[in-house]
């Protein structure tokens, strides 16, 4: 009697449910399941059973009179009429903590890097709301990402959310990989939405390099993966980054694409019935884009900060492509990726001009950011006559400005060049910058 007491004291009885309620599904149309018979809200999750005796994890997206839409997070593949659908009571947890760190992940926390189960991680809820605006700390210090462009001429915050404005095939991911390796944050996560299988691997390996992964962690959604996947992978890095954040930590967050998040969004906004508004895309995606991209950013902790950089692809290089529209409404500045640039073997391909940080004044003192315009007004003045140069339709002596541009372009065109495999710091970015500022000083008055 006495280990029959000890063991029911063991017992946590709130955790045992007095009744199991169940639904059964009704129909499957496309991505979308119906049931009934469960009493479940927008967002909660359930399992729906297989013919084989597995089970199927879903998320309501939706109802409609007393049918309930849900979205299944893998293959519908041996589900059958009348199948069972388990409610889930238990809200979902996400892991946090540095045992994430050289490890990768998909949508659902789950590694998928065979080096075995998750250690030295705590779990928390994965409802995570957007700081208070009052309560966020301010953005106020310079993060080095080793990249002599955006460490001299467009200076990052920490907490600076920022896009990465970009067709395919002009070097975002060489970008992105160079961020991760060369950077001082400590913590660095990675989001691989929606982008083709094998370039996954190929990040990893050559992209961020072993030494990169040590202090990084992947969450990687594949474009074979369905649309609540890729969506819950989107999340999951804002979740993990804001958990290393809230502890004080200063956290790189790179997710490639924000455009493949709005196209999940899209995938399951037509799927239950939202009519197509701008170029197909219905209005759930414009109300998810802000929700997702506030919940980067810094918090209420001191010391912590979190900076985001999110690639938005640009169909076609059309940059008024409405999800490249949206996102630069959101974001604290863009980068934009020139193919033309790509193509003449200038990388990073970052235009200049084309690009901005709306926190430069807030980092940068008064004579810096001189030099960051006076950079730009030259440049700008160079690519005016560009393509005059080789026509002979440019004739030098009438502009001394312009003679200067065309004069100097090759300095500012080797300050904004970098190798792939070359870090260059704060310090290194402004002594170069100052150097070349020597050269791109107006001639004086009278000299030949």
Request: with cysteine; net charge negative.
């Amino acid at each position: 009697m006495t280990a029959l007491n000890s063991a029911l004291a063991q017992i946590q009885w709130d955790d045992i449910e007095l009744a199991q309620h169940y639904g059964k599904l009704t129909q499957v149309s496309g991505l979308l399941l119906q049931a009934v018979g469960c009493q479940l809200g927008i967002g909660q999750r359930c399992w729906v059973a297989t013919s084989n005796g597995g089970e199927i994890e879903a998320e309501v997206v939706g109802f409609k009179e007393q049918k309930l839409q849900l979205m299944p997070l893998e293959s519908v593949e041996g589900l059958r009429p009348g199948a069972r659908v388990r409610p889930l009571s238990r809200p979902a947890q996400i892991p946090v903590g540095n045992g994430l760190l050289g490890r990768v992940l998909d949508g659902c926390a789950r590694p998928i890097d065979g080096k075995g189960p998750l250690q030295q991680v705590q779990y928390q809820s994965a409802r995570l709301s957007s700081p208070n605006p009052l309560l966020r700390q301010p953005i106020g210090k310079q993060l080095d990402v080793g990249v002599r462009v955006l460490n001299g001429l467009l200076p990052i915050g920490q907490g600076q959310r920022l896009g990465l404005f970009a067709g395919s095939g002009v070097g975002k991911s060489v970008l992105l990989g160079m961020m991760t390796r060369y950077t001082d944050a400590p913590i660095v996560v990675v989001g691989l939405i929606g982008e083709r299988g094998r370039e996954v691997r190929e990040f990893i390996e050559h992209a961020l390099g072993e030494a990169g992964l040590q202090q990084a962690v992947v969450i990687a959604a594949p474009a074979d993966a369905t649309p609540l996947m890729r969506l819950r992978a989107a999340r999951l890095c804002h979740q993990i980054a804001c958990g290393f954040r809230d502890q004080g930590q200063t956290v790189l967050m790179l997710m490639d694409s924000l455009t493949r998040y709005a196209q999940a969004q899209r995938e399951i906004g037509l799927s239950v019935g939202e009519p197509p508004a701008t170029r197909g895309y219905p209005p759930s995606v414009f109300s998810a884009l802000p929700a997702l991209v506030e919940m980067a950013g810094n918090g209420e902790h001191p010391q912590g900060s979190l900076t985001a950089f999110y690639t938005v692809l640009a169909e076609g290089d059309d940059q008024q492509d409405p999800i490249a529209d949206a996102a630069r409404a959101i974001l604290d500045g863009h980068m934009v990726l020139s193919r033309q640039l790509a193509q003449q073997g200038h990388y990073p391909a970052i235009d200049l001009n084309a690009s901005v940080s709306r926190v430069a004044d807030q980092l940068l003192p008064r004579p810096r950011l001189d030099q960051i315009n006076r950079v730009r007004q030259l440049l700008g003045r160079y690519r005016d006559v560009q393509e005059l140069i080789p026509l002979g339709g440019y004739q030098p002596g009438q502009d001394a400005e312009l003679d200067l541009a065309v004069q100097q372009y090759p300095q500012i065109r080797a300050y904004l060049q970098q190798q792939q495999h070359e870090a260059v710091d704060l310090d290194r970015a402004a002594t170069e910058l100052d150097q070349l500022m020597q050269l791109l000083q107006p001639a004086p008055v009278g000299a030949p």
